[in-house]
């Protein structure tokens, strides 16, 4: 029975799969064993009741290692989910503006962009243009415009206002977020700074 199990999208093949003849195997506790025959290597796992798994399938001879491969599956699965726990995910919100509307309306849109601003999303602001207001896209540009500079306090206009059909759409990015990003590169830069030194 052939069995394959995609660990970090890497196929695996385990004690029976492997169809070398010949292996480089690493002991299960990372020592370097040789090269040998896949027999050799299989007597080998078995007499330790450890698995022997094939790590590094285009070399010449394949690379492979004994472990515990269901321990190590377990441990993979872990580190996936962790690395997904710390990825944020950005959504993008959308803000709907009229050409006729009021200020307190206005504000209301401008404070819900704010809390999109602070959660990190994108914000998509967009007006709709019905019947005659066609002709009047200048009053949208002015109401984005307006819309812009109300929040550049907390946000970026990352696409300015453009016409798309029969709607207006502009783009617009947290401060916040920017600066994460780039403080979290110039962390990378100095550690990669100070492993070279």
Known sequence: MWRCLYINSKKLQI?????????RTIGADGSQL????????LN?????????????????PAVC?????GKYRFEQAKKDKEAKKNQHTIDIKEIRLSLNIDTHDFETKVNHALRFSKN??????????????????????????????????????EKTAKLDGRS?????????ASSKTQSLSKECGKDAKNQNS
């Open 15 to 23: 004690n029976d799969e492997i169809t070398s003849k010949e292996v």
């Open 44 to 60: 080998l796992a078995a007499s330790q009741n450890l698995d022997l798994v094939k790590m590094v399938a285009n070399a010449n």
């Open 120 to 157: 990190g999303d994108k914000i998509k602001v967009s007006i709709r243009f019905k019947g005659r207001e066609m002709g009047r896209s200048n009053i949208g540009l002015q109401v984005m415009d307006k819309f812009a500079k109300a929040c550049g306090e907390f946000t970026n206009v």
């Open 34 to 41: 040789g090269i040998m025959p896949i027999k050799d290597a």
């Open 65 to 69: 290692k004994i472990m515990d491969y």
């Open 168 to 176: 207006m759409i502009m783009f617009l990015s947290s401060k916040n």
